[in-house]
């Protein structure tokens, strides 16, 4: 079984640009969280999707959104970028259960400059 | 809310030391709790993970037991290995918050030959 995937792996991108980032979570999966992960805040959750529907949402600015497809892929869009934004982001899919685990893609690594 | 706490790192020890990193956390309802791995340049890994209290997650020689009277799930291995340098995350994830998953801040391990 193919395990979760990101792309691009790595994206470099000047303030004030916009980025978007993909997930094809495993198949099956109908759960699709994100995560960004810096080394000064650690492991923050972004949104979680289900059956295209954003379910749940973490603290995160506007300028943050995401969505999901029919088939489970999901996306992630930051606009007007900050320098602050640069972080490796996670993506993680699950079956709809709080017993399952999530399983979690390489991430993408963003530099905005 | 629900919440994860960890022990902070880094810790550093020597090859075939006992290792323990501790972990408790908050939980309105009746949370699973996970230990996830995360290698350089990588995403997370499943490590081990237990549904209810009293069970013990192993894998790869470590463990670590859901113990609903101290709200704790400590990792532990009795002899660790250089490969075993990585961040450690510990996690919950409970069905009365919409299966989100609420991760610790991390703890580095670093295993010195």
């Known amino acids: 079984k193919a395990g979760v995937t990101q792309t691009p792996r790595y994206l470099i991108k000047t303030r004030g640009q916009q980025v978007t980032l993909s997930c094809s979570p495993i198949s099956g999966h109908r759960s699709v969280s994100w995560y960004q992960q810096t080394p000064g805040q650690g492991l923050q959750f972004l949104f979680e999707y289900f059956s295209e529907t954003q379910r749940n949402k973490g603290n995160f600015p506007g300028r943050f959104s995401g969505r999901q497809f029919s088939n489970s892929r999901s996306e992630m869009n930051v606009s007007t970028l900050e320098l602050g934004d640069s972080a490796l982001y996670l993506c993680?899919?699950?079956?709809?259960?709080?017993?399952?685990?999530?399983?979690f893609g390489p991430g993408t690594r963003l530099t905005v400059l | 809310g629900d919440s994860v706490t960890q022990m902070e790192g880094p810790v550093t020890l020597s090859e075939e030391a006992f290792l323990t990193i501790n972990c408790t956390y908050t939980a309105t309802g009746y949370p699973s709790l996970f230990w996830y791995v995360q290698y350089p340049g990588e995403g997370l890994q499943l490590l081990l993970k237990?549904?209810?209290?009293?069970d013990k997650g192993s894998n790869k020689g470590f463990e670590a037991t859901y113990r609903k009277e101290t709200t704790s799930f400590h990792l532990e291995k009795g002899s660790v290995q250089v490969s075993d340098s990585a961040v450690y995350f510990c996690?919950?994830?409970?069905?009365?918050?919409?299966?989100?998953?609420?991760f610790g801040t991390g703890t580095s391990l670093t295993v010195i030959p």
């Open positions: 993680a899919s699950s079956l709809d259960s709080a017993y399952n685990e999530q399983f």
């Open positions: 237990a549904t209810k209290a009293d």
């Open positions: 996690a919950l994830s409970a069905l009365n918050t919409g299966n989100q998953f609420y």
